[in-house]
């Protein structure tokens, strides 16, 4: 079965500190998705970032970057220089062959002035 | 404007009533999907539709029901039968009917309220 924990449940910073939010995954396919969104108080999803399984690279956007490790496990999503606009739930997922998509219990950020 | 649209974004549903939630996309998607959010907790698949006519049942289908008979459309009804139906519905789509590789974009959801 696939999983998707994400421990952190909420995290508070301070405007322009870095923040660094966790993913841990299970599966035992070899091919795989992996995902994150954001979920503002507005309430609708918004996609941030697709990974599959084969690219281990880390990925740069702007003030948002991802690490995927393989061997851990993980896909962390860390937001640098956090500003108020980043304040929201953001949601890890993980998509296999002949499963659903499974999301995280998601981690709420607020970013205070 | 292309995007996923859903009505109405508060609902009403008294006890033991039958109430339908709309989701429209005008992207040419052909997979449609909804999802269930209870508070502080992530989302749920209820049903998902891969192609028009036909539906498949996600992880927590009883109690709702759906049809899609257009590609731009995918109502969800939440039955009677919905003993605990006081959540945030989602509804979602992607491009093509590969649920592996597809990103799944999202409308702004219909939050249901039982009097």
């Known amino acids: 079965a696939q999983k998707v924990t994400q421990a952190q449940t909420e995290i508070s910073v301070v405007e322009k500190e870095d923040v660094t939010l966790d993913c841990v995954y299970e599966?035992?396919?070899?091919?795989?998705?992996l995902f994150w969104y954001k979920q503002p108080p507005s309430g609708e999803l918004v996609f941030l970032i697709r990974?599959?399984?084969?690219?281990?690279q880390n990925e740069i956007s702007g003030r948002y970057s991802w690490n995927f490790q393989k061997s851990t496990s993980s896909f962390n999503f860390t937001i640098t220089a956090s500003q108020v606009v980043d304040s929201a739930v953001y949601f890890c997922a993980l998509s296999n062959y002949g499963q659903n998509f499974v999301f995280g219990p998601g981690t709420r950020l607020s970013v205070l002035p | 404007d292309g995007g996923i649209t859903q009505s109405p974004k508060y609902l009403f549903r008294k006890e033991g009533q039958n109430v339908t939630l709309s989701c429209e996309q005008n992207l040419n998607h052909d997979a449609m999907y909804w999802y269930r959010q209870d508070p502080g907790q992530g989302l749920r698949l209820i049903y998902y539709s891969q192609i028009v006519n036909d539906f498949q049942k996600g992880d927590i289908a009883e109690g709702y029901s759906v049809s899609r008979e257009k590609k731009e459309s995918f109502p969800l009804t939440v039955t009677s039968a919905q003993k605990n139906p006081t959540a945030f519905y989602l509804c979602a789509s992607s491009i093509h009917r590969d649920m592996l590789r597809e990103t799944q974009y999202f409308g702004p959801g219909t939050r249901l309220l039982v009097l």
């Open positions: 599966t035992r396919d070899t091919t795989y998705y």
């Open positions: 990974r599959n399984s084969f690219d281990e």
